[in-house]
């Protein structure tokens, strides 16, 4: 599967732009952020999470280009993984991980199939700062942070490539309700096969790019259609496991094979605002973990 996903990607990133490459222009931007305090008031696991989207291409008309590479999505991303104990993990609980990540993504149609494909490169350990940047925050507002025991068990500097793809379908349930069946796979820092599926009750989506989250699987909007009012989401997706650095072998703590996500949320769109919130169940990602998790989901437009 690497070696497939790896051959497809690149062939994407390194093919050849046409003479009128400099009439693209930034036409999407997007941005969501995950935190488990927002959700159910702890901080542990897939503890926080930031994901950012600008996506450029020669105009929009409402549906995806036919080809790969003529819209192009540059992706950011920051997150947090920590035990349930910052100060004082138990025996078996997953290490402290810090990532930051920065990729170049296309997203094009195949004969009524979305498809999107990508490779990021994702930056581990203490050298992104990440544990530090946590630790002022704490301090600022009074609660636990990481001690320097679990700082120092982190999971290792690295620098991984990771390639994604994902291939869906739309389907019309009725004037106001869509089901969009989805398969991901992942190689990198966690290599993955997903399957899952995404149901939107309302105009939000339609004509409109939709980006995917990492850690939680809710979908934000990068270019904006004429949706105006609520929409709801909720969806899932199970996955085969192969691998993830962010439970390494050295860390003694086993990755599940299986992992499963249940996701709902709420869009609003107003004349200058627009709003979301979304509420995640992150299934058992560790052998010993004894329970999953909730993650909150929020993003805020002002638009003056």
């Known amino acids: ?36 305090f927002i959700a159910t008031g702890q901080d542990r696991w897939r503890t926080g999470s930031v994901q950012s989207s600008r996506v450029w291409g020669r105009g929009w008309s409402g549906v995806l280009p036919t080809q790969p590479g003529e819209l192009l999505e540059l992706r950011f991303g920051a997150e947090i993984i920590a035990p349930d104990d910052l100060d004082a993990p138990a025996p078996g609980d997953r290490p402290y991980a810090g990532a930051l990540s920065a990729g170049l993504h296309t997203h094009f149609d195949r004969n009524g199939i979305d498809i999107a494909l990508g490779a990021d490169l994702v930056v581990t350990g203490p050298q992104t700062r990440l544990d530090k940047l946590q630790g002022t925050f704490h301090d600022l507002v009074g609660v636990e942070k990481a001690s320097a025991a679990t700082r120092a068990a982190q999971v290792e500097d690295a620098i991984h490539l990771n390639l994604v793809a994902e291939a869906g379908r739309e389907v019309d349930l009725s004037a106001t309700t869509r089901m969009r069946p989805y398969l991901e796979a992942r190689a990198g820092v966690e290599t993955l096969v997903r ?56 860390s003694g703590v086993e990755v599940r094979d299986m992992r499963t996500r249940l996701r709902a949320g709420v869009h609003w769109q107003g004349r200058q605002m627009a709003a979301f919130y979304g509420v995640t169940w992150l299934g058992k990602e560790f052998r010993g973990q004894d329970e999953g998790q909730f993650v909150g989901s929020i993003r805020l437009d002002l638009n003056f």
């Open 1 to 36: 599967m690497i070696r497939t996903l790896a051959a497809i990607c690149v062939a994407v990133m390194v093919m050849p732009l046409d003479a009128q490459a400099q009439t693209r222009e930034r036409i999407g931007y997007g941005r969501m952020i995950n935190n488990d």
């Open 195 to 250: 399957a899952g599926v995404d149901f939107t009750f309302g105009e939000v989506g339609r004509g409109e790019l939709m980006v995917r989250d990492v850690v939680t699987g809710q979908r934000y909007r990068t270019i904006s259609g004429d949706f105006t009012g609520f929409a709801f989401v909720m969806g899932g997706d199970i996955a085969s496991v192969a691998d993830s650095e962010f439970l390494p072998a050295a």
